[in-house]
């Protein structure tokens, strides 16, 4: 079998990264009373809305592996922040549609640009071959993984 460890310590690297670009937003956004109530877990939940545009209450949990009970309570709690609005769905009234406030909107917005700076400065270093190669190489994991089916989470 060949070796992944690679692939696994650039996930480590880049989520570790990502994490220090929302601990310094946060660090600066501080004075919104919003983003200084929000816990790593709710954070989890915002990302993961932002990323699936608005979307149903079971997409949300589908994406984020938590199980039907806490990511309502989750949403509940992101709606009573301010930070998410959730709507009946029109075409379908038992489907739950969770959405960002414009608030909240742009806070994530300020933490993807300045995680953006942060990967533009890490590959500066890097010669035009180097680039080249890692970009080559960032194209066609995220292809391998955009094709790539996850079974359902499981309640435990």
């Given at each position: 079998?060949?070796?992944?460890?690679?692939?696994?310590?650039?996930?480590?690297?880049?989520?570790?990264?990502?994490?220090?670009?929302?601990?310094?937003?946060?660090?600066?956004?501080?004075?919104?009373?919003i983003?200084?109530?929000?816990?790593?877990?709710?954070?989890?939940?915002?990302?993961?809305?932002?990323?699936?545009?608005?979307?149903?209450?079971?997409?949300?949990?589908?994406?984020?592996?938590?199980?039907?009970?806490?990511?309502?309570?989750?949403?509940?709690?992101?709606?009573?922040?301010?930070?998410?609005?959730?709507?009946?769905?029109?075409?379908?009234?038992?489907?739950?549609?969770?959405?960002?406030?414009?608030?909240?909107?742009?806070?994530?917005?300020?933490?993807?640009?300045?995680?953006?700076?942060?990967?533009?400065?890490?590959?500066?270093?890097?010669?035009?071959?180097?680039?080249?190669?890692?970009?080559?190489?960032?194209i066609?994991?995220?292809?391998?993984?955009?094709?790539?089916?996850?079974?359902?989470?499981?309640?435990?």
């Open positions: 079998m060949q070796d992944f460890s690679d692939c696994y310590r650039i996930h480590e690297a880049v989520h570790y990264l990502r994490g220090r670009c929302i601990l310094e937003y946060w660090e600066k956004a501080k004075v919104d009373d983003v200084n109530r929000l816990n790593t877990t709710q954070q989890k939940y915002l990302f993961a809305i932002k990323r699936l545009g608005p979307c149903s209450l079971n997409t949300v949990m589908n994406h984020t592996g938590f199980s039907c009970s806490a990511t309502s309570t989750a949403i509940d709690k992101l709606v009573k922040l301010g930070a998410v609005n959730r709507e009946r769905n029109p075409e379908n009234r038992r489907e739950i549609i969770v959405s960002l406030t414009p608030e909240i909107d742009k806070h994530l917005k300020g933490i993807d640009e300045l995680f953006k700076r942060r990967i533009a400065e890490v590959l500066s270093s890097c010669t035009p071959e180097e680039t080249d190669i890692i970009m080559k190489g960032a066609i994991l995220r292809k391998k993984l955009a094709d790539y089916e996850l079974p359902p989470p499981q309640e435990y």
